[in-house]
């Protein structure tokens, strides 16, 4: 299993899990906001679900309401990292 979830994946899973199509390298600008892709918390969830089902973990709390690419990377590999040093 992979400790690093990455803006490809991240892109997939927007597209199969909220119905947003979304190129990687747009998430990766620099302030590029959920938003800016009609991306909401409900989408998000549907990502975490599926994260979560995947890893076999608890991503951490809150990730459905990040507001940015960044921030929902971020804690999401902290969540991965957390479960691999386990």
Known sequence: MSTTFSYPELAAL????A???????????????????????LG??????ELENRHSLKVTSGAESAKTPAEFLELV??????KAGA
């Open 44 to 49: 998000l969830l549907g990502v975490v679900g």
């Open 77 to 82: 590999n902290s969540s991965l990292s957390a």
């Open 14 to 17: 927007l597209q199969a899990r």
């Open 19 to 41: 119905g947003v199509t979304v190129a990687p390298g747009d998430l990766e600008q620099p302030g590029a906001q959920f938003d800016d892709f009609g991306i909401d918390s």
